[in-house]
């Protein structure tokens, strides 16, 4: 049988926080819940320091999950508040410094490197661009950026430009996208370290010191896993929703896994968007209607599944995505091919969650993409 987070939430508040009168979910103790399989995580915080009330409020959410759902394991992991927590936030808030002209951004991650997330977000980015969108690219990936030879301008260098008195960095454009990428600034035979406070800082200076004019989405490829750049690019950005890249492999997708946790927990709270899963399975140009399964069937599916957000499709292993991302020429920009359907298929949806998700922000905030039809939002 399946839990859902609700189904934990539901006992949860049947559940009374030590010494307040109301519930852990109503008094906002609960922090996080995860559900990974049969094991269910719980993250609680309770503002009773005493033993007594931690082995209480322990003992007890174990019972009641265990009484509902027999075999699964619980883990409470519980920390005591210094002082009274905010209520939790609007899972929708805007947060960081809004960037003026851009409507959306979109983080790309995935927990496990080299499952294709640059390769989504370089073809997510031609679809938005070829469906009539102002697109920008950030390539953040601190430890190897490759958006700058995905979109065939590795030599190129940006350049000064004066906006407003103000001197700012011009994104190179190429396919009607407007690029910017750690890339520029390295010399490909080097090795570069970047090492957490210069990557923020370069970072910072490609956001908001650059003229990217008006973008309807500007897309981030983060770098792959969860560690100290990605909390500081996430915190400081007003993150509009994140989408995580996973191969239906098994060590990927418990990596992708935490890449979601990261932006759940309460200091990013950045709402998934949706998971893609790349390399699917793998089609012979010869024979396109066989479909060999080589790194596990559906794997990404179920956790999208299990960990509730939403599936924005798959993305076959076929040797053109490969060649496409090596030439400079992403493999969206083929009209009618079946690889160019794909990505348009998962573009599409990923904009119908955005939809989903923006109902609630105010309206400058809100995403202006009502002229897009066909857009799924279900
Ligand atoms: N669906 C696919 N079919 C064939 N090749 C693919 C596919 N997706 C990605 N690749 C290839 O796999 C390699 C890794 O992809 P990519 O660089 O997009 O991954 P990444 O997750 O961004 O990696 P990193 O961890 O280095 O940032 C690249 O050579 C890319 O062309």
């Known amino acids: 049988m399946s839990i859902t987070k609700s189904d934990i939430t539901a006992i949860l508040e049947t559940i009374t926080a030590p010494g307040e009168g109301k519930s852990l979910i109503e008094n906002n103790n609960v922090t996080n819940v995860n559900i990974f399989g049969d094991e269910v995580v719980v993250d609680v915080q309770i503002s009773n320091p005493t033993l007594q009330a931690k082995k209480k409020t322990e003992t007890e959410i174990e019972k009641a999950i265990v009484a509902q759902f027999s075999s699964v394991k619980v883990k409470v992991n519980l920390s005591v508040a210094t002082k009274k927590e905010e209520p939790k936030a609007n899972p929708n808030q805007i ?13 790309v991650a995935s927990g496990k490197g080299g499952v294709g997330k640059s390769t989504v977000t ?23 950026p490759s958006m700058h030879i995905m979109f065939d301008v590795a030599k190129a260098k940006p350049i000064s430009v004066k ?28 090795a570069v370290i970047w090492r957490g406070p ?17 973008l309807d989405f500007l897309l981030i490829d983060l770098p792959p896993g969860t560690g100290d750049i990605h909390l500081s690019i996430v915190q400081a950005l007003p993150i509009t929703g994140a989408v995580v890249v996973s191969t239906p492999q098994n060590i990927a997708l418990a990596d992708a896994k935490k890449g979601v946790a990261m932006f759940q927990q309460k200091n990013i709270n950045v709402p998934v968007l949706g998971i893609v899963e790349n390399m699917s399975y793998f089609t012979p140009a010869e024979l396109p209607e066989n479909k060999y399964y080589i790194f596990g069937q559906d794997g990404a599916k179920h956790l999208a599944e299990d960990l509730e957000t939403a599936f924005l499709g798959e993305v076959p292993l076929v040797q053109s ?10 493999v969206a920009l083929q009209d009618g091919t079946p690889q160019e359907l794909a990505f348009k298929e998962i573009t599409k949806h990923m904009a119908g969650e955005l939809v989903k998700r923006n109902t609630d922000l105010p309206p400058t ?13 279900k």
Request: net charge neutral; charged share 20%.
């Open 95 to 107: 947060k960081g410094e809004k960037i003026p002209g851009i409507q959306n951004i979109i983080a």
């Open 163 to 190: 906006v407003d008195g103000r001197s700012k960095m011009k994104p190179i454009e190429n396919y009607g996208i407007k690029l910017l990428s750690l890339g520029f600034f390295t010399n490909p035979n080097e």
């Open 321 to 330: 995505i490969r060649e496409a991302g090596d030439f400079g020429h992403p």
């Open 365 to 377: 905030e809100a995403v202006k993409i009502t002229n897009m039809s066909g857009c799924s939002t």
């Open 122 to 144: 370089a073809n997510m980015a031609v679809s938005l661009q070829k469906m009539g969108f102002k697109v920008g690219v950030l390539d953040a990936d601190v430890y190897g």
């Open 198 to 214: 210069m990557a923020s800082k370069a970072l910072n200076q490609m956001i908001f010191d650059a003229d990217w004019g008006e």
